[in-house]
């Protein structure tokens, strides 16, 4: 059971005013750093010891006398020895000492135990807290038992590796990187057996995790990662907004396409198996014909999360399609906070969140504003958990 929202009400009661916005030093912190800067925030990066100079020193914010960023967007970096260490009782009593509100990002839901940020992280979280395991596929209710509920088409899954008859996507962790994919494609259950065999003796998955992938029929066509964001604050007609569309870039997928056909065909052994290490994102904008079957899926989305883990979704959310021949998408993963393609807002906003917002709007720059107007309206509570 998750930490009651009473509860974490009640840690507000002693937080100074204007809190910190924070994140996990990883995956979309400068997009929330960068975004909380811009509304009048202080920031806070919780990072891993080796992992810190990005924040503590190139983007390390620089104010003038009177409190004004001239360079930056990172105030403050805690360094750990893990990241998981973030969450310890410890530095859990400093984080509230300073006033942190924690935005989570896939690196925290990753690095620190579902467990620990369910029941025992007593920081108050802006956004959904249960609903990050759902993003776990091994979980027996995760993001596709709440797609269903929603009707928001999904590639068809295929039970077993032996029905494999056309081409398929096999979903797992890598071996070791646990944060990064393991995937693979086959077509047939041979080519299964070969690959799977391939990539156990490289090291890339492992034997249990094979056990429980979750096998899909391959959507062919191009891959669009819907950045919204929904707020409490508002009717709930208004509520939800689409702020961007970013694209994966993969290693070594991204490499191998890029590769006459010749030379593909030369590669031989574990090398000419892609991964799909996710390693950055560029930006995209949709055939404005296929915004209304977008924005459908986004409130089905919304409403179906309320219901089955309320208070549901608040603040920012992806879902990620692919968009076929005959151009229906069909999601294929969900991302219940702030995505990892974010960072392609960055101070410059995104198409579709600035034509809303008539101004520059990030994702983290949108988290900001949301609680600096439910701090102003006194209903901060509802956009945390």
């Known amino acids: 059971m998750a930490i009651p929202r009473g509860e974490v009400e009640a ?23 960068d975004g909380a800067v811009a509304e009048g925030f202080r920031t806070l990066v919780l990072a891993q010891q080796g992992r810190e100079r990005t924040y503590a020193q190139y983007y390390r914010a620089r104010r003038a006398a009177d409190g004004t960023v001239e360079r930056g967007c990172v105030d403050e970096v805690w360094t750990f020895a893990r990241f998981r260490d973030a969450a310890a009782p410890e530095a859990q009593e400093r984080l509230r000492q ?17 467990e620990v940020l369910e029941r025992e992280f007593r920081v108050p979280l802006v956004g959904s807290r249960t609903l990050l ?32 008859e056309s081409l398929a996507i096999v979903k797992l962790p890598h071996a ?68 961007g569309v970013d694209e994966r870039r993969e290693s070594s997928l991204d ?55 309320p208070p549901g979704i608040l603040g920012p959310f992806t879902l990620q399609t692919c968009i076929d021949r005959d151009g229906h998408p069909f999601v294929f993963d969900v991302a219940a906070r702030i995505g990892g393609g974010t960072n392609i807002h960055l101070s410059l906003g995104h ?29 901060l509570r509802e956009v945390l958990t």
């Open 11 to 33: 840690l507000l009661a002693g937080y100074p005013t204007p809190p910190v916005i924070a994140a996990v030093g990883s995956h979309s912190a400068l997009d929330i750093a």
């Open 351 to 379: 198409p579709y969140g600035n034509a809303l917002w008539r101004t520059p709007m990030s994702s983290g720059r949108r988290v900001a504003i949301e609680v600096r107007r439910a701090i102003a309206l006194g209903r």
């Open 133 to 164: 395991r759902i993003e776990e596929r091994s979980e027996r209710e995760n993001y596709y038992t709440l797609l269903a509920a929603a009707r928001i088409p999904a590639p068809e899954r295929i039970a077993t590796p032996q029905e494999i």
């Open 98 to 114: 300073r006033g942190a509100l924690v935005v989570p990002n896939r690196a925290l839901s990753s690095y620190v135990p579902l």
């Open 255 to 309: 490499g191998l396409v890029r590769l006459p056909a010749a030379q593909q065909l030369a590669i031989e052994g574990p090398q000419a198996i892609p991964q799909y290490t996710v390693v950055g994102h560029g930006t995209l904008t949709v055939r404005e014909s296929l915004l209304e079957e977008v924005f459908a899926f986004g409130e089905r989305f919304v409403d179906a999360a309320r219901a089955r883990y």
């Open 176 to 243: 070791t990187r646990r944060l990064e994919r393991g995937f693979f494609t086959a077509a047939s259950f041979d080519e299964f057996l070969r690959k799977s065999e391939a990539l156990r003796a490289a090291g890339t998955i492992a034997a249990e995790d094979l056990a429980g992938a979750r096998i899909e029929r391959y959507v062919i066509g191009p891959v669009f990662n819907f950045n919204f964001f929904f707020s409490p604050l508002v009717p709930r007609e208004e509520g939800l907004e689409l702020l």
